[in-house]
């Protein structure tokens, strides 16, 4: 893999540009704790993202949809009840979306901070994902840039609240606390 250059303090060391989402090396994951034992582990199968550079930090922007009912967490009957008014009423809200605010970091042109706000269920919330950017490399005949990215959403904060029930201590049915992680490949704009 192309390391990154290290990053100045307002530009990134990709081209200017729209870069796509490379679908087939992208993935969006999380999980959720069920009774306080275990992990529930999920993926979303259909989803897109964009990064649109600019000639600063300040003129980045990222935009990304899921397609909820394209739930994954390996059980069927779950993902089904997963999809409705209990959870993510697919029917009414069937994307939940990102749109980003800003961009700071990079001092190492590997780490960086991307704030924005999501929508869930009709809701929208500011979040802040914790960026690493992991380079380039030439693919074929086109250039990508791979990052990875984490962050963390109260679903209550977003009206889905079934399960959130006490067991005793600090346990709960379902965890109101959701981790989700970005495994991301952008694709180099074509020159004009």
């Known amino acids: 893999m192309t390391s990154a250059s290290p990053a100045q303090t307002n530009t990134l060391p990709l081209a200017a540009g729209r870069w796509t989402l490379d679908p087939a090396h992208s993935a969006v994951v999380f999980s959720i704790r069920h009774?306080?034992?275990?992990?529930?582990?999920?993926?979303?199968?259909?989803f897109d993202a964009t990064l649109d550079v600019g000639a600063t930090v300040e003129d980045t922007r990222v935009e990304a949809s899921v397609q909820m009912a394209s739930v994954n967490t390996n059980d069927p009957a779950r993902d089904g009840h997963l999809r409705t008014t209990d959870f993510f009423d697919v029917d009414k809200h069937p994307t939940m979306r990102f749109v980003s605010t800003g961009l700071s970091g990079g001092d190492d042109g590997v780490s960086w901070e991307l704030a924005g706000e999501m929508t869930i269920n009709g809701v929208t919330k500011p979040v802040v994902l914790e960026v690493e950017f992991h380079g380039t490399e030439k693919h074929r005949e086109d250039v990508h840039a791979g990052f990875?990215?984490?962050?963390?959403?109260?679903?209550?904060?977003?009206?889905?609240?079934?399960g959130i029930l006490p067991l005793g201590g600090d346990k709960l049915a379902l965890a109101d606390r959701v981790p989700f992680e970005l495994d991301l490949q952008f694709v180099e704009p074509k020159a004009s």
Do not use: C, N, Y
């Open 148 to 162: 990875s990215a984490t962050g963390e959403i109260r679903r209550s904060e977003f009206g889905i609240d079934f």
């Open 35 to 46: 009774l306080g034992l275990s992990k529930v582990r999920g993926r979303f199968e259909s």
